[in-house]
């Protein structure tokens, strides 16, 4: 194994920091996560969620620390002195997807072909393999009759789940998920979260941030709470949510239980029905 790597981490993240301007956002964080585990993170607003994503694949330069990615460290060479070069870089991205808040789709390609643009120009996999396997994608994530259609006649929860199965396409390691369902109307919030539980069951490897409580509760392997820059709390689901143990993420949920979750479990029952068969082994 190479350095750094435990046995079964699809990630793992040793004493990453990350300052802006002197100001610290990211202090000394060590996580692991494990094949099929899906990690949700959640916290206050500027807790360093959403840097924490970035630095995992690069998007952020950390200060210090180490990720590795099936025991591979991302971002420097092996020895540890010699930053990657951008297309080494580039490789390992390939095997984390990205799920952003906003996903800018290709605005002049239609659906199947925004799913197919990497695989077929970046990995150079097989047009009519890339395309099969797009469909079933496609068909996973309820838009099988959207294959032609163009970006701008979808709504913002059938462009998110596109964003979804084109990071499939890629056929990651790793998903990474940044607050997928915070820019959506409340109303498409439950079709998006549909399909990640459905992935989190598949057994995708995923961390996601968000503040969808209840999406958290029932999908997690295991809640990661952090606040001003640290993993104040790990828990299983149940735990954290029945009994934090530390007193910030008692006051943390408290504030969400006085204003109450707009986005209950019952709202995975009305997503897009998914075909559990589609896309399997993909
Ligand atoms: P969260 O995702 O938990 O809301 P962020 O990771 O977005 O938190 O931000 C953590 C802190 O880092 C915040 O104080 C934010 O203002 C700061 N920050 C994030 N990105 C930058 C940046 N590119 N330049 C300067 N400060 C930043």
């Given at each position: 194994m190479a350095d750094g790597g435990s046995a079964h981490a699809v990630l793992r993240i040793q004493g990453l920091r990350k300052a802006y301007a002197g100001h610290a956002v990211l202090h000394d964080i060590d996580l692991s996560v494990a094949e099929r585990e899906t990690v949700c993170i959640i916290g206050p607003s500027g807790a360093g969620k959403s840097t924490l994503l970035r630095c995992i694949n690069w998007l952020e330069v950390p200060d210090g620390g180490a990720v590795f990615?099936?025991?591979?460290?991302?971002?420097?060479?092996?020895?540890?002195?010699?930053?990657?070069?951008?297309?080494?870089?580039?490789?390992?991205?390939?095997?984390?997807?990205?799920?952003?808040?906003?996903?800018?789709?290709?605005?002049?390609?239609?659906?199947?072909?925004?799913?197919?643009?990497?695989?077929?120009?970046?990995?150079?996999?097989?047009?009519?393999?890339?395309?099969?396997?797009?469909?079933?994608?496609?068909?996973?994530?309820?838009?099988?009759?959207?294959?032609?259609?163009?970006?701008?006649?979808l709504s913002g929860g059938q462009k998110q789940r596109v964003g979804i199965a084109r990071a499939l396409a890629m056929r990651p390691a790793l998903l990474l998920f940044d607050e997928p369902t915070s820019a959506l109307d409340p109303e498409l919030v439950g079709e998006v979260l549909a399909v990640m539980q459905d992935l989190a069951r598949d057994g995708m490897t995923m961390v996601v941030v968000t503040h969808e409580m209840a999406f958290a509760r029932a999908a997690a392997s295991r809640i990661v709470f952090m606040d001003q820059g640290r993993i104040v709390e790990t828990a299983a689901p149940e735990a954290f949510f029945t009994a934090p143990r530390s007193d910030r993420a008692r006051q943390f949920l408290q504030r969400y239980a006085s204003s109450p979750d707009p986005h209950p479990p019952v709202a995975f029952a009305t997503g897009p029905s998914l075909s559990r068969d589609a896309g399997k082994g993909l």
């Open positions: 990615l099936s025991g591979t460290r991302i971002g420097v060479r092996p020895g540890g002195a010699v930053a990657m070069s951008d297309a080494e870089l580039a490789r390992m991205r390939t095997q984390i997807g990205f799920v952003f808040q906003h996903f800018a789709l290709w605005p002049h390609l239609n659906v199947i072909d925004n799913v197919m643009a990497a695989p077929v120009h970046v990995q150079r996999r097989p047009r009519g393999e890339v395309r099969r396997e797009a469909e079933a994608l496609l068909a996973k994530v309820g838009l099988s009759d959207k294959q032609g259609a163009m970006p701008a006649r």
